[in-house]
């Protein structure tokens, strides 16, 4: 029997041997390649250098409920398809470079992030998130697409401390549109997440008048959430809208917005400070334009809290030229400024600039001049630079920059004002290095990349100050700045907004600055 097993192991071990010289190719080299000029067996499928290479083009398309904590990742294309909810008590993360496209074809696509939901989306100066419009490079526009909804428990001043959003929004799944859409609450210090180094694109459209989707909503944010370096690019309503809340913010872009660039409503009663807005002359909604536009509600009630907001270190050019002419201007531009319905906003250390029509404290629903006088509304230590081509008026102190209900109501303010700020009939184009220039989107020929950085020597790199009432305990503003408007000489803008997104594809991951 042992016999038997020795033959067989023989055998096998034949059987093996033959295999191997089998398997094996006779060269006539040493090493793993041939010498030139034969090719290497690696050519056309190895790669040497994967860290560079952009691996296809992955579409991953959302159209149902964000129910669990989701991340979504830099090595695809997200595209928003309807209302996307982020449910109560989720979390839906974004990484650093991450593209997501607004789906045209399906409703006012927007992400809403409900309350007691969070969104982080942390991008870098080196790769922002971008959030954009689906279509192609040349067919895109404002409205493509709805916008970003944020809403939060903090308070806000309509009857009972919550309110659904505006905006037409109903919940996808069959939900009840007021458990999906309120906001409101009595958490101050409500944290709905983080936005930094983001970019928001052909956002914003109207659902009926006065009831839009802004590219950015903020309803009820509070001021546990951080909201920073946040580029809005051609919104086809509002650019930034707070609804009440007390969330701040700091380095904001509003760039070819179609109607209001900062809007306040119900009570808002956080900080901002460096923010900017231009505007383009052919650009603006037929309710009326303004860089900033603020309530304290629809009826201008007394209702609190009121809207306090306070900004700082704004630069707002208006639509109007370098050298203010008003031909071919959109008739709907208003103000720079129009504080209106018992507002109590403030506003410190910035620059108006090139609009129509500059400072309007407006008594027609409430009385906002009451605030002012009280000082409840403090607007102090502003340079408001050509404002005067609708009225062509040349007259000092002001040189009708300042309006009023009548000239009843704007006695009230004017000397405060006239007092408080800097009033120049001349274009706002010597305080800053190139605040006029446009991307290609907006001119035929001449584009360039905007430079907002402020002239040295000029009277926009010194004069700021911190030191009313209003700033007292505050550890938010950074009150080191010496100049006025929203940039000194260093460009924050740089490496992670664009002024001319029109030329990108948006189609391969990570490519956010580039195609």
Not at 383 to 403: D, S
Request: net charge neutral; charged share 15%.
């Amino acid at each position: 029997m042992k016999k038997h097993f020795f033959i067989i192991a023989l055998l096998f071990a034949g059987l093996s041997s033959n295999a191997q010289v089998q398997f094996l190719k006779s060269v006539s080299y040493r090493g793993a390649f041939a010498p030139s000029p034969t090719a290497m067996w690696t050519s056309g499928w190895a790669n040497w250098n994967p860290q560079t290479t952009v691996y296809g083009n992955t579409t991953v398309t959302v159209s149902s409920d964000i129910t669990t904590n989701t991340t979504w990742t830099k090595n695809n294309v997200y595209k928003l398809s309807g209302l996307i909810y982020i449910d109560s008590l989720v979390t839906l993360t974004i990484e650093p470079g991450t593209i997501i496209r607004g789906d045209s074809t399906v409703g006012n696509s927007s992400l809403i992030v409900r309350r007691g939901a969070k969104l982080y989306a942390v991008g870098t100066a080196s790769e922002p998130i971008v959030f954009t419009s689906e279509k192609s490079t040349a067919t895109r526009a404002p409205g493509n697409w709805g916008g970003i909804i944020i809403l939060g428990k903090a308070p806000v001043n309509p009857t009972g401390g919550t309110v659904v959003i505006e905006g037409g929004l109903l919940p996808t799944n069959g939900g009840s549109a007021a458990t999906y859409t309120t906001y409101g609450g009595t958490d101050a210090a409500d944290n709905s997440g983080t936005m930094k180094y983001v970019r928001i694109e052909y956002a914003g459209v109207p659902f009926v008048t006065n009831n839009e989707i802004n590219s950015l909503t903020l309803g009820g944010v509070g001021s546990g959430t951080t909201l920073e370096y946040i580029q809005v690019y051609r919104a086809g309503d509002d650019a930034f809208e707070w609804f009440g809340g007390t969330v701040n913010a700091k380095y904001l872009l509003a760039i070819g917005t179609w109607d209001d660039d900062f809007d306040t409503d119900f009570g808002y009663a956080g900080k901002v400070q460096f923010a900017l807005a231009q505007r383009v002359k052919e650009i603006a909604d037929v309710s009326g334009s303004n860089g900033f536009e603020s309530d304290n509600d629809a009826t201008g009630s007394a209702n609190s809290p009121k809207t306090s907001a306070i900004f700082s270190n704004v630069t707002i050019i208006g639509p109007l030229s370098a050298s203010l002419s008003a031909s071919s201007n959109n008739a709907n531009y208003q103000h720079a400024a129009q504080i209106r319905r018992n507002s109590a906003m403030s506003l410190f250390n910035s620059i108006l600039g090139n609009y129509t029509e500059g400072i309007y404290i407006d008594d027609n629903n409430g009385t906002a001049s009451a605030n002012y006088t009280a000082g409840l509304m403090v607007i102090k230590n502003n340079l408001i630079y050509g404002c005067n081509t609708k009225y062509n008026a040349t007259t000092a102190p002001n040189n009708g920059q300042i309006k009023g209900k009548d000239a009843t109501s704007k006695s009230v303010f004017e000397a405060g004002l006239t007092t408080d700020n800097s009033f120049v009939t001349t274009t706002v184009n010597p305080l800053l290095t190139s605040g006029f220039a446009l991307g290609a989107e907006f001119v035929a020929s001449g584009a360039a990349t905007p430079n907002f950085t402020v002239v040295a020597g000029g009277a926009a790199a010194s004069g700021a100050a911190f030191t009313n009432a209003k700033f007292t305990g505050d550890t938010f503003f950074d009150k080191t700045v010496a100049y006025r408007g929203a940039f000194g000489t260093t460009d924050w803008s740089a490496g992670w907004a664009m002024y001319d997104p029109s030329t990108l594809n948006y189609t391969t991951p990570g490519k956010v600055m580039a195609n």
